[in-house]
T-cell receptor
Framework: GEDVEQSLFLSVREGDSSVINCTYT??????LYWYKQEPGAGLQLLTY?????DMKQDQRLTVLLNKKDKHLSLRIADTQTGDSAIYFC??????????FGTGTRLQVFP | AAGVIQSPRHLIKEKRETATLKCYPI?????VYWYQQGPGQDPQFLIS???????DKGSIPDRFSAQQFSDYHSELNMSSLELGDSALYFC???????????FGPGTRLTVL
């Protein structure tokens, strides 16, 4: 994740919104992704956004992309305890390999 | 719906031994990717194959080799294992030109 940075931890109260941030450096990235990983488990694709879009909403998830600042964020509305996991952003150029961020551990407390 | 299958799910080896990890992509997916995720780390790209040919190479040690077979399954061969090779190894597959990679459950390799 040397080219894709995330904050390490985020702690939120159940019912609040969570915002996880990601910065990337490769301006030629064409797709940006958000993956969720629960302890000892695989990588679950949550959503992705094409680089010519500013925003994408999918139920409780909202992705914002600021291409000028190379900043990506994932907002989770009404965060639940089941949302506790590590969240990785990732970038790719066309359909190439994924370059993952350092991961943000989200902890949701009651 | 069929998913990516990886075997074995868990593997324990001694230092200097060899290991073979297998990946069976989703039917009609012709591209396979391998990633390595060390403890507390983000997944790192190792290597990918498209139509049985290596398409890209990342930070894969020379001790590792991989190939994709005619039925599109792929194997990652690891020799002279080191303690630092202990990690989760993920395989992902995608059909041609598709931007989404579908990940398998991973193989957890422990080197003692």
């Amino acid at each position: 994740g040397e080219d894709v940075e995330q904050s390490l931890f985020l702690s939120v109260r159940e019912g609040d919104s969570s915002v996880i941030n990601c910065t990337y450096t490769d301006s030629s990235s064409t797709y940006l992704y958000w993956y969720k990983q629960e302890p000892g488990a695989g990588l679950q694709l949550l959503t992705y956004i094409f680089s010519n879009m500013d925003m994408k909403q999918d139920q409780r998830l909202t992705v914002l992309l600021n291409k000028k600042d190379k900043h990506l964020s994932l907002r989770i509305a009404d965060t639940q305890t089941g949302d506790s996991a590590i969240y990785f952003c990732a970038e790719s150029i066309h359909t190439d390999k994924l370059i993952f961020g350092t991961g943000t551990r989200l902890q949701v407390f009651p | 719906a069929a998913g990516v299958i990886q075997s074995p799910r868990h593997l324990i080896k001694e230092k200097r031994e060899t290991a073979t990890l297998k990946c069976y992509p989703i039917p009609r997916h012709d591209t396979v990717y391998w990633y390595q995720q060390g403890p507390g780390q983000d997944p790192q790209f190792l290597i990918s194959f498209y139509e049985k040919m290596q398409s890209d190479k990342g930070s894969i040690p020379d001790r590792f080799s991989a190939q994709q077979f005619s039925d599109y399954h792929s194997e990652l061969n690891m020799s002279s294992l080191e303690l630092g090779d202990s990690a989760l190894y993920f395989c992902a597959s995608s059909p041609t030109g598709y931007n989404e990679q579908f990940f398998g459950p991973g193989t957890r390799l422990t080197v003692l």
